[in-house]
C-alpha cells in the first residue's frame, strides 16, 4: 500500500554542520506535509510544515523542500546543534477524503557530533 | 500556555484487562487525534474527534473506542488488552478537523501489558 518511507534511518553529523533529512511519499493526494522532532520520552514536536501548493518553506534554522515530480520531502537544519538530536519523522495528509489522517514515516535517528 | 496534557504517564496492565487513557487538548482547541506508537516506529492513527463526534478511524480493531467530551477532552479505551497493546499512546490537538493547522502533541502515556 502506499505510505511515507524515509530514505535514512540514521544520520550522524558534526556540530555546526547543515543537516537534510529526506523522506520519500508515494501518495499523490497528499497535500499537507509536516515535519516532527521527537526527543526520548517525549511526544513529537511540530517543527515546520508545509501545503502541497508550495514547494519551500522556511523557519528559524530549518527549511522544508518539497519536490512533488518524485514525491520527495527534505528538512534542512542549518548550523546543527547538539539540541537538534533526536528522531525526526515526516507525516502527510492525503486530505478529507481519507479520514484526516496523518500517516508517518519510521523516522530517522540523528545525532549530533560536539 | 499549557500545551497537551496526558494522564496517566505511564500504565501497567495485564493482558485482557480494560484501560482508558485522558488527554486534555490546548485551549481553543476542539479536535483530538489519537496515535499508537510501538517502540522504534512512527505513530500510527488510531482516531480522530472533532465536536464529540468521531470524524476518522485508522486500522484498529473494534477493542479501540473512544469519546470527546463537551470540554473537548478525549479518552480512549481498549478492551481485552493484549501483549501487542504494549506501546506510547499520544493525542495531539489541533484547532479544527481539516489540515490547515499545525498539530500538537502530548507527552503521550506509555502502556505495558504483562
Known amino acids: 500500500g502506499e505510505s511515507v518511507g524515509l530514505h535514512l534511518p540514521t544520520l550522524s553529523v558534526q556540530e555546526g554542520d547543515n543537516s537534510i533529512i529526506n523522506c520519500a511519499y508515494s501518495n499523490s493526494a497528499s497535500d499537507y506535509f509536516i515535519w516532527y522532532k521527537q526527543e526520548s520520552g517525549k511526544g513529537p514536536q511540530f517543527i515546520i510544515d508545509?501545503?502541497?501548493?508550495?514547494d519551500k518553506r522556511q523557519g528559524q534554522r530549518v527549511t522544508v523542500l518539497l519536490n512533488k515530480t518524485v514525491k520527495h520531502l527534505s528538512l534542512q537544519i542549518a548550523a546543527t546543534q547538539p539540541g537538534d538530536s533526536a528522531v525526526y519523522f515526516c507525516?502527510?495528509?492525503?486530505?478529507?477524503?481519507?479520514?484526516?489522517?496523518?500517516?508517518f514515516g519510521a523516522g530517522t535517528r540523528l545525532t549530533v557530533k560536539p | 500556555d499549557a500545551g497537551v496534557t496526558q494522564s496517566p504517564t505511564h500504565l501497567i496492565k495485564t493482558r485482557g484487562q480494560q484501560v482508558t487513557l485522558r488527554c486534555s487538548p490546548i485551549?481553543?482547541?476542539?479536535?483530538v487525534s489519537w496515535y499508537q506508537q510501538v517502540l522504534g516506529q512512527g505513530p500510527q492513527f488510531i482516531f480522530q474527534y472533532y465536536e464529540k463526534e468521531e470524524r476518522g478511524r485508522g486500522n484498529f480493531p473494534d477493542r479501540f473506542s473512544a469519546r470527546q467530551f463537551p470540554n473537548y477532552s478525549s479518552e480512549l479505551n481498549v478492551n481485552a488488552l493484549l501483549l501487542g497493546d504494549s506501546a506510547l499512546y499520544l493525542c495531539?490537538?489541533?484547532?479544527?478537523?481539516?489540515?490547515?493547522?499545525?498539530?500538537?502533541f502530548g507527552p503521550g502515556t506509555r502502556l505495558t501489558v504483562t
Open positions: 495531539a490537538s489541533r484547532w479544527d478537523r481539516f489540515s490547515s493547522y499545525e498539530q500538537y
Open positions: 508545509i501545503r502541497s501548493n508550495m
Open positions: 507525516a502527510e495528509n492525503i486530505g478529507l477524503s481519507n479520514n484526516n489522517d496523518m500517516r
Open positions: 485551549s481553543g482547541h476542539k479536535s
